[in-house]
Structure formats: C-alpha cells, structure tokens
T-cell receptor, first 108, second 113 residues
Framework: AQRVTQPEKLLSVFKGAPVELKCNYS??????LFWYVQYSRQRLQLLLR??SRESIKGFTADLNKGETSFHLKKPFAQEEDSAMYYC??????????FGAGTRLFVKA | SAVISQKPSRDICQRGTSLTIQCQVD?????MFWYRQQPGQSLTLIAT?????????ESGFVIDKFPISRPNLTFSTLTVSNMSPEDSSIYLC??????????FGPGTRLTVT
C-alpha cells in the first residue's frame, strides 16, 4: 500500500535555528516525491520535488531509499517560513498521496 | 505551470441541498483532480476527471454523491449532492504538470448547516 507519514503535526523553532520536517513513505516501486507548502491565505503550491534535487527558498530534501524517507531541511529558519507543509508521493498511475501535514511555526 | 480558478470561493448551504463547484484552467489538460480537505486533515482524492469519459472515483466516493462533469479540456465541475454537515470541507481542484507535480486551485470552502 502507498502511504506517506509525517509524524509531527506541529513544529516550532526559533528564527535562525535549523529545521527538519520529517516524511516517511511506503511504496514498493520507485516513487516520485514532493514537498508542498501552504502559506496563510494562499493556495497549496509546490515547494520542491526530489527528482530535480534543487534548493528552493533555502530548503532541500534528499530521498533516502534505504530509510524510505524524504525529510525537508533548512539550516536557518526564517519567520516567513511559517506555513503548512505537506509531503506527497506519486506512485503508479497518476494518483498523488499526501501526508497529514506539518505546521511549522518560526518564532522571532 | 497552470493557473486554476474555482467558483464559488466559499458557500454556506443547508443540509439536503446540492452545490456545484466550477474549476477553470488556463491551459488544456488531460486530467483534472478533485480533492477534499476536511478540517485539520490532509488532502483526500475524490476522483480523477478525464475529458470525454466517466470520472474515476476513489474508494469511499461515489458518483451519485459527487457527480463530476468534464465537458472540455479546460473546465470541470464537482457537485456535492444531498449535503450533510459531514460534507463541510474545502474542495480543491488540481491538474498535473509534466513532472507529475500538482497545481491547485484556491479551493472552495463549504459549510453545511
């Protein structure tokens, strides 16, 4: 079965501190993994995808197939990073499965 | 990328009535997706809508409750029928990009009283 697990519903860090949002997945094949972000009063939008191995707004995420993880990291959190973050998996077909989401709160 | 609009942005409806949500995309797309996001929960896929064919519904969702139309490659509607308070949710329309990423509409916030 395809599953995405985000163990933390809420993550609170101080500005300038490192942040890591955890994501684990369950899928027997080669997954396509994504992080989406929803800022207050904005629509859900793509943050980054594992296949492009990019850094967006200082965030990176590395696919670890051995640990079936795709954690999102940023070395120095900013207040504007406060948002809801969703990890998502596209397995076979065109269906995307979303995790429960983690609300990141960056304190001044 | 794709720009997606939805109407209405929000509505308050009485139980037993129906609401049709419209989704418009600024480019032609083969597949459109409808999601539900209940309060405090993640996104759940309701159905996938292809132009010219019946929508494909996920487990737990049926056509009688959530009929979908897809008359052309830029437009789709989702109807929430015979509503109950449990249908109170945000309904999202989305399309898929070339690298399987999803683009979302702003959502329709439905409250059923």
């Amino acid at each position: 079965a395809q599953r995405v697990t985000q163990p933390e519903k809420l993550l609170s860090v101080f500005k300038g501190a490192p942040v890591e949002l955890k994501c684990n997945y369950s899928y027997s094949g080669s997954p396509e993994l994504f992080w989406y972000v929803q800022y207050s009063r904005q629509r859900l939008q793509l943050l980054l995808r594992h296949i492009s191995r990019e850094s967006i707004k200082g965030f990176t995420a590395d696919l670890n197939k051995g640990e079936t993880s795709f954690h999102l990291k940023k070395p120095f959190a900013q207040e504007e990073d406060s948002a809801m973050y969703y990890c998502a998996l596209k397995g076979g077909g065109f269906k995307t499965i979303f995790g429960a989401g983690t609300r990141l709160f960056v304190k001044a | 990328s794709a720009v997606i609009s939805q109407k209405p942005s929000r509505d308050i409806c009485q139980r037993g009535t129906s609401l049709t949500i419209q989704c418009q995309v600024d480019s032609q797309v083969t597949m459109m997706f409808w999601y539900r996001q209940q309060p405090g929960q993640s996104l759940t896929l309701i159905a996938t809508a292809n132009q010219g064919s019946e929508a494909t519904y996920e487990s737990g969702f049926v056509i009688d409750k959530f009929p979908i139309s897809r008359p052309n490659l830029t437009f789709s509607t989702l109807t929430v029928s015979n509503m109950s308070p449990e249908d109170s949710s945000i309904y999202l329309c989305s399309v898929m990009g070339g690298s399987y990423e999803q683009y979302f509409g702003p959502g329709t916030r439905l409250t059923v009283t």
